[in-house]
């Protein structure tokens, strides 16, 4: 998790909704600024899993990675 100016930036949020949704709890229980972004790493599927629940709850967050992720 990277603090900006903007707010929260999460690398890689994990390998499953379930996973994702702990992941916010946790980053809620550190910060509460908004996540605005996510950013993947690569297209291995353990590393972006997670981006529906992080986007379920910050439907205007943006997510970034390799453009075969994207795909």
Known sequence: IVQTSAGLVI???????QVGENVLT???NIS???IVA???THIHCEHWLA??????????LTISGH???MA
């Open 11 to 17: 690398i890689d949020p994990g390998s499953t909704v």
């Open 38 to 40: 996510v950013f993947n």
């Open 32 to 34: 509460d600024l908004p």
């Open 67 to 69: 453009p075969e992720m």
């Open 51 to 60: 981006n529906q629940a992080v986007k379920a709850a910050y439907p205007e």
């Open 26 to 28: 946790d980053v809620k």
